[in-house]
């Protein structure tokens, strides 16, 4: 079971760094129980299998771009990293690529994570980890990059991409996100029919990309040719200049709410499981919090709730 913290004699969230570790060190025990079977199916399904419903929704999806929007702690970087893992398996000389905001971030959030993963299903992998490239035998390989540098976003042109992750979409500087998504990665991903998948939780500004690609309902701006629909949804009516279309959805969105995540945590202080939720209702009513308050909605409902920079 993964392990809450405690602050002030009160349980508190861990950082996601601390679950995603916590997450595979517990796969340890899992891989003590079964048979060894070293065959590529059954990696391929322990992967599938270790992965929530909620992302493998994502991992089901066929959409070119996928986005999705989450509640704290619901799963997101898990999930992004057994996605890239599961296809670099899948085929052969595959190349995906990891962005963060920073070089620091993405190597916190993802590196021992993946080295964790690597030992718990046996994958034979290689850290590079000045390059911060992990290769597969069968010659895939998963990039890690951090956006903070403009001069290192720049390296990634040219690159031929079988899928692209950004990751904490909500904090990048809105000119860097729309440089990658429009400019960079578009044409990284077309030759190889890739994917591209945003993923974050909201933030308080609402403009930019990952904004105009995780809000609801459908928004039509002056000019821009984004909106978004639930996934599996192609079309719904719609307005535009106050004639009826049909609307078709750029982004194919996943909201993973509060409750998204499952998994059963435990309180080693006084031996008793909760669910994230509960911790969560927690942290409201020792924070006193009306339901909309900003904090609570923003941070735990996983809404975009307008700020002083609106």
């Excluded at 199916?41 to 599938?48: H, N, R, V």
């Amino acid at each position: 079971m993964r392990k809450g913290h405690l602050r002030e004699g009160r349980l508190t969230m861990p950082r996601s760094s601390e679950l995603l570790s916590a997450l595979f060190q517990n796969l340890k025990v899992a891989k003590a129980r079964r048979a060894k079977n070293t065959g590529l199916q059954a990696k391929l399904d322990a992967l599938l299998g270790f992965m929530r419903r909620h992302q493998r929704a994502v991992e089901a999806d066929l959409s070119p771009l996928v986005a999705v929007l989450s509640a704290r702690q619901q799963g997101k970087s898990t999930g992004a990293l057994l996605l890239a893992t599961l296809r670099c398996l899948q085929k052969p000389g595959a190349q995906w690529v990891i962005i963060g905001l920073t070089r620091g971030s993405i190597q916190r959030i993802y590196w021992d994570a993946l080295r964790g993963l690597n030992d718990a299903f046996e994958l034979g992998l290689k850290f590079h980890e000045q390059r911060l490239v992990v290769s597969f035998g069968n010659g895939s390989k998963i990039h890690f990059f951090g956006a903070d540098k403009m001069d290192e976003v720049e390296k990634l042109r040219g690159s031929r991409f079988h899928g692209a992750i950004i990751d904490e979409c909500k904090s990048f500087p809105h000119l860097t996100l729309k440089l990658l998504i429009e400019d960079i990665l578009g044409a990284c991903l077309k030759g190889q029919a890739g994917q591209l998948y945003l993923i974050g939780t909201p933030g308080d500004i609402l403009a930019g990309e990952f904004y105009l690609a995780t809000s609801e309902p459908v928004l039509l701006e002056k000019q821009r040719r984004w909106s978004n629909l639930p996934a599996g949804e192609r079309s719904r009516p719609g307005l535009l200049k106050g004639l009826p279309v049909d609307l078709a959805g750029v982004w194919s969105f996943h909201p993973w709410g509060p409750q998204t995540n499952d998994v059963v945590f435990l309180n080693e202080r006084t031996g008793e499981h909760f669910t994230m939720w509960q911790a969560f209702l927690l942290e409201k009513e020792l924070g006193g919090w009306a339901d909309d308050h900003p904090t609570w909605r923003g941070e735990y409902l996983g809404h975009w709730v307008p700020g002083d920079g609106r």
